[in-house]
T-cell receptor
């Protein structure tokens, strides 16, 4: 079963608009990560937010985390056609101070940015 | 640094055959994970290797196996292929330091089973 559930499943916007994607998860987490995947290719790590952080920025990306609601959002500002991709949230197992290379991914949001 | 490489990129096999996929992680990364991606099931974790030991395993049948070598390169094997094994197989490497475990993915191997 998927740990993260993304919403919406698909999002279509015009260049210059902002895109917001949401992710909900079920269990306690150490961190939550967002990845991008261009059609049929490998995933690219975008940003990691730790469980004790509420907001994080990276360029045009803004991620928020609400551990009380078990949810996160990814905001892409001033979107470009090149942002067209699938976006996934992912969480590692909660294992105290131990980190693992296992991630549970959500189903993803397909973002289409029209020029 | 060179990124994660996977070979081959594309593979066509028939039912009943077996296949071996290879992954070379980023230099210095000791953790290698494998994922299967299909339109129906999405991204599913197969297994993780760390310092030549399998540390985690997903919910896949025993036909799926893997290993990691002393140079951190990893291979995964699927025996007795089934049509449902057609998928994009992704390998990812990670530093695994403290609470850092973001993963760096290869381009994937597209396996088609006929």
């Amino acid at each position: 079963s998927q740990q993260g559930e993304e919403d919406p499943q698909a999002l279509s916007i015009q260049e210059g608009e902002n895109a917001t994607m949401n992710c909900s998860y079920k269990t306690s987490i150490n961190n939550l990560q967002w990845y991008r995947q261009n059609s049929g290719r490998g995933l690219v790590h975008l940003i990691l937010i730790r469980s004790n952080e509420r907001e994080k920025h990276s360029g045009r990306l803004r991620v928020t985390l609400d551990t009380s609601k078990k949810s996160s959002s990814l905001l892409i500002t001033a979107s470009r056609a090149a942002d067209t991709a699938s976006y996934f949230c992912a969480t590692p197992p909660h294992a105290g101070g131990t980190s693992y290379g296992k991630l549970t991914f959500g189903q993803g949001t397909i973002l289409t940015v029209h020029p | 640094k060179a990124g994660v490489t996977q070979t081959p990129r594309y593979l066509i096999k028939t039912r009943g055959q077996q296949v071996t996929l290879s992954c070379s992680p980023i230099s210095g990364h000791r953790s290698v994970s494998w994922y299967q991606q299909t339109p129906g099931q999405g991204l599913q974790f197969l297994f993780e290797y760390f310092s030549e030991t399998q540390r985690n395993k997903g919910n896949f049948p025993g036909r799926f196996s893997g290993r990691q070598f002393s140079n951190s390169r990893s291979e995964m094997n699927v025996s007795t292929l089934e049509l449902g094994d057609s998928a994009l197989y992704l390998c990812a490497s990670s530093v695994i330091a403290g609470t850092r475990n973001e993963q760096f993915f290869g381009p994937g191997t597209r396996l088609t089973v006929l």
